[in-house]
């Protein structure tokens, strides 16, 4: 909107007058911001009619401006309506004559105090532009000593940051005597004032500024310094602050055009949009133009030249379309001469009354070239769009939402125009940025439809097929609807969209969690020409289960061709129907934002193991110094006093089908009587006997009741497992052996044996009670032997089983 102007003058880009006020309002919130909007602080409006009074309220409630003021006290205030906003940044408003003070000579009837309860800033964010030259104004007054100024600076910046840029300071009495004439800082050009020079103790203050950072938005504004009794809640007043640089000019849009009978363009004719304030007198905006299309034969300037100007009045524009856009005058020639498509470029020339900038994006690039195209008056055009999201979702409506882009499918596409016999009336190629048109069609044809197909059509013979490449699926109808051809036409369009891929998926081997334990499926995927890759966020579509399991969703069982929309990984688990190894397998399909999904599923595939097993046996090998070479199998079936009886389910752990070496578990179960001072050898065997490795093995074996562990049982015996040299060795380890393949120390150090004395702390858990001294053997370990796998065969692998041994004697 180009805002009113409130009694102002401007000379030329010099200093801005001396009553000057700029109007911006609060549409200007989709643009950039070149000026300062509400300067005078007449909105809102407080109190009633002719009341004198005050209010502290929130920054919010004060439009266009903000403050540094902290949160330092509750609001306060008299005017009618008032309500205190609490502990919260305070900006003050006085209205003309309260205590005394009124406002300058036709500055309205609000002001701002700087200082409500502190020293602050009230700034505005504004858009500033590289080496650009500001222009500003303000009333300043101070509040309550006629000799002692209140101060004030303006600067670009916040008072609160150390890196502020001042460039002038203020010194006013209450009856607007200049204590100090203005100081220019940082290249700033502050003419000298005169004392009350805008009435009722007000000073005007105004001038220039460089700006030389960098072009974006900074907060610009005036900030407190000091007051005439020292006190920071009392003093500075502010009003009618001017702020400007130069205005800001781009086009609304890149492109444009119509058929050429639109001889006065009216559908989307080329725009300029301004930002910023326009001097007395406006200023000129100079175009060129150029392209395809000739001067004086397909289109004319007002001037009937290749460059012309546009007058921007002035005014202070804040960039809404209703009064800030200016449509380029030209005019279209209209004849009976097909000439195809031509294109005119209107560009903005560079000036120093403007700066060519984004209006929308401060700093951002500028449009500065936009071309209109001219059709000819007998075509037919339309696009075909790469309707990504589906927004067009089976109709010609809503095919491009904005983020759409033309395709022609590689090259791949031709339309097609048929009478209503299906005949071909026009073909033609549809070009890579999905644009056709057919030239020189007759006017008043009578249902006529256009279809897009792979194959090109012959103009008189039967159209072909509507169709697609591969992997590409309409989001409209291949064909339109019947129209005639009795006007100019265009948009004729059409969506179309290439499908997603989606990903094998050969999880990595898992194991069986068995019962009705779960286990999460591997992430989903897939890509998909416009949306990338697809994952976690998107949609996948089941199709088919798992013959062997149950697959859940946030465990919820998953149905065939069920749709999961915003996939989560972590969500997608799948329950085997045994417990053993198996494989579990299914399908699935990504689907894209267009909601189609890929017609070719591809397969999940996670191998799961069986559970781990081991195997323990436990024979009496030796007593005294007479080996036990028996093989006894345990059995459940006999008498509970039998030599060979062990409870069941265990008695068959020793059978033969377990995979144990052949001949492997010599000794006895039950060596029947001894007597005090036999020494006893123990054997603990151990076979891998499941369906997967099995890890962190750790045996522990209590040493019997009325027994004595002997701890030098293998004193002298090697190889050594990394032991201290010459500590006692009362374990032996067989792996993969029928003989020990180590000799372990009873001490804790290096090697994986370790003797609890009975009661002693620490001893693992799994051993239960130690009361007689207990046996531990740390069977894997990093790196050497890590897990144990499971046996497939007698005795093989020779890391599937061992066994630990240890001697006592009989108390």
Not at 41 to 46: A, D, I, L, R
Not at 340 to 355: A, H
Not at 383 to 412: P, Y
Not at 499 to 528: A, F, H, M, R
Request: hydrophobic share 35%; aromatic share 8%.
């Amino acid at each position: 909107m180009k805002n009113l102007w409130q009694n102002f003058n401007i000379f030329g880009w010099g200093l801005i007058g001396a009553t000057l006020v700029l109007q911006p309002t609060s549409a200007q919130a989709q643009y950039i911001q070149r000026s300062f909007l509400n300067p005078g602080f007449e909105s809102p409006v407080f109190g009633s009619a002719g009341e004198q009074c005050y209010v502290q309220v929130d920054q919010s409630l004060i439009l266009g401006w903000s403050t540094t003021h902290g949160s330092v006290k509750a609001g306060t205030g008299n005017c009618t309506g008032y309500t205190s906003p609490g502990l919260v940044p305070l900006i003050e408003i006085w209205t003309s004559g309260f205590l005394g003070a009124n406002t300058a000579t036709n500055a309205g009837n609000q002001f701002a105090e700087l200082n409500a309860e502190e020293n602050s800033e009230l700034y505005q964010n504004i858009c500033l532009i590289k080496d650009e030259t500001i222009t500003f104004s303000l009333l300043h007054r101070g509040r309550s000593n006629a000799t002692i100024a209140d101060v004030a600076n303006f600067l670009i910046g916040l008072n609160t940051n150390p890196t502020s840029t001042i460039f002038g300071t203020f010194s006013t009495t209450s009856d607007g005597t200049v204590t100090a004439q203005p100081a220019a800082q940082n290249g700033a050009t502050i003419p000298t004032v005169t004392n009350n020079n805008a009435g009722n103790g007000w000073v005007r203050y105004s001038g220039t500024v460089p700006y030389t950072g960098a072009s974006g938005n900074q907060p610009v504004g005036f900030a407190a310094v000091s007051t005439a009794g020292g006190d920071n809640t009392v003093g500075n007043f502010l009003d009618e602050v001017q702020f400007a640089g130069l205005p800001v000019v781009e086009f609304t849009a890149s492109s444009g055009g119509a058929a050429e009978l639109e001889t006065t363009p009216t559908t989307n004719p080329p725009k300029l949009r301004i930002v910023g304030l326009v001097p007395t007198g406006g200023i000129s905006v100079p175009i060129s133009v150029s392209g395809t299309a000739v001067l004086g034969t397909d289109y004319d300037t007002t001037s009937h030249t290749s460059t012309f100007n546009i007058t921007i009045p002035a005014g202070n524009y804040d960039g809404s379309d209703a009064t800030s856009v200016f449509t380029i005058p030209f005019t279209v020639i209209n004849n009976n001469v097909p000439q195809g498509v031509r294109t005119i470029l209107f560009t903005i020339e560079t000036s120093d009354s403007f700066f060519a900038k984004s209006t929308t994006t401060c700093g951002g690039s500028p449009t500065i070239a936009s071309d209109y195209t001219i059709y000819d008056d007998d075509f037919l055009s339309g696009k075909v769009w790469n309707d990504a999201d589906n927004s067009a979702n089976g109709t010609f409506t809503n095919i491009n939402t904005g983020s759409e882009t033309g395709t022609n499918a590689g090259n791949l596409l031709n339309a097609i125009l048929v009478d209503s016999n299906n005949t071909v009336l026009k073909t033609t190629t549809v070009a890579a940025d999905g644009t056709y048109t057919f030239i020189n069609v007759p006017l008043n044809q009578s249902n006529v439809k256009i279809l897009l197909s792979t194959t090109a059509g012959t103009v008189g013979n039967t159209a072909p097929t509507a169709s697609l490449p591969p992997n590409w699926v309409n989001t409209s109808p291949l064909t339109t609807a019947a129209f005639n051809t009795d006007t100019n036409i265009s948009s004729k369009d059409f969506g179309i969209e290439q499908l997603p891929d989606t990903n094998n998926v050969i999880g990595s081997t898992k194991k069986n969690p068995g019962g009705t334990n779960t286990v999460q499926v591997p992430t989903l995927s897939g890509t998909d020409p416009e949306d990338g890759n697809l994952s976690s966020g998107n949609s996948f579509k089941i199709v088919s289960l798992p013959n062997n399991g149950t697959l859940y969703y946030n465990g919820v069982a998953v149905t065939a061709n069920q749709v999961i929309t915003n996939y989560d990984p972590t969500k997608l688990t799948v329950d085997p129907n045994i417990d053993d190894l198996t494989t579990i397998a299914f399908t699935v399909a990504a689907v894209d934002k267009a909601a189609k999904e890929d017609p070719t599923p591809a397969t999940v595939n996670m191998s799961l193991t069986g559970k781990a097993q081991l195997i323990l046996v436990k024979r009496i090998t030796r007593i005294n110094s007479q080996n036990l070479t028996d093989i006894v199998d345990g059995r459940s079936d006999v008498s509970s006093n039998a030599a060979n009886y062990v409870a069941s389910s265990h008695d068959t752990d020793d059978d033969s089908t377990n995979k144990w070496p052949t001949n492997y578990l010599r000794g006895l179960i039950n060596a029947g009587i001894v007597k005090p001072g036999d020494e006893l050898e123990y054997t603990i065997y151990f076979l891998s006997n499941g369906l997967a490795d099995v890890t962190s093995v750790q045996i522990c074996d209590l040493v019997p009741t009325n027994t004595t562990f002997l701890p030098t049982a293998f004193n002298g015996m090697t190889p050594s497992d990394g032991g201290l040299p010459g500590a006692d060795q009362g374990i032996a380890l067989g792996l993969g052996s029928s003989t020990p393949t180590a000799y372990l120390t009873n001490a804790q150090d290096g090697d994986r044996g370790y003797f609890y004395t009975a009661n002693e702390s620490g001893i693992p858990s799994s051993c239960g009670s130690n009361t007689n001294g207990a046996v531990v053997v740390k069977i894997t370990r990093s790196p050497d032997l890590s897990n144990l796998p499971p046996a497939n065969g007698s005795g093989t692998p020779a890391n599937s089983y061992g066994f630990v041994r240890f001697r006592a004697r009989v108390k």
